[in-house]
Nanobody, 123 residues
Framework: QGQLVESGGASVQVGGSLRLSCVAS????????MAWFRQSPGKEREGVAL????????RYGDSVKGRFAISRDDDKNTLYLQMNSLKTEDTALYFC????????????????WGQGTQVTVSS
C-alpha cells in the first residue's frame, strides 16, 4: 500500500521561504506524476504544483507562479516544493499526492494522498 509523508511545514514571516518534502513508499515512485495541493479553512482544495513522472513537465497554480518550484528526486523517492516570497494567503495545510494519470491528478484524482503539513505565514 502506497504511503506519502510530508514534512517541512512551519510558521514563517511574509517574504520568507520554506521547502516542503514528501517521501513516498509502497509504490514505484518514478512511474507516478506527483502534485502539491493546499487547503485552508473555509476554502476549497487548490492545486499548487504538479510534476510528471521523470520530471519532464511541470504545472503551477496561478497564485504561486514565479514563487514556488516543484521538483523530485526519484533516487530518494522524494517530492519537494520550494516556496519563496511567501504571502499570508499561502497559509494552508499542504498535501502531496501521487497519480498515474497526470491529466486527472491536477483535478484531485490521485491514487495516494499524504496527511499534510501546515504552513503558516504571518505579517
Amino acid at each position: 500500500q502506497g504511503q506519502l509523508v510530508e514534512s517541512g511545514g512551519a510558521s514563517v514571516q511574509v517574504g520568507g521561504s520554506l521547502r516542503l518534502s514528501c517521501v513516498a513508499s509502497g509504490f514505484t515512485f518514478t512511474y507516478y506524476s506527483m502534485a502539491w495541493f493546499r487547503q485552508s479553512p473555509g476554502k476549497e482544495r487548490e492545486g499548487v504544483a504538479l510534476i510528471s513522472g521523470g520530471g519532464t513537465a511541470t504545472r503551477y497554480g496561478d497564485s504561486v507562479k514565479g514563487r514556488f518550484a516543484i521538483s523530485r528526486d526519484d533516487d530518494k523517492n522524494t517530492l519537494y516544493l520550494q516556496m519563496n516570497s511567501l504571502k499570508t494567503e499561502d497559509t494552508a495545510l499542504y498535501f502531496c499526492a501521487a497519480g498515474q494519470r497526470i491529466d486527472r491528478l491536477w483535478h484531485g484524482d490521485a491514487n495516494y494522498w499524504g496527511q499534510g503539513t501546515q504552513v503558516t505565514v504571518s505579517s
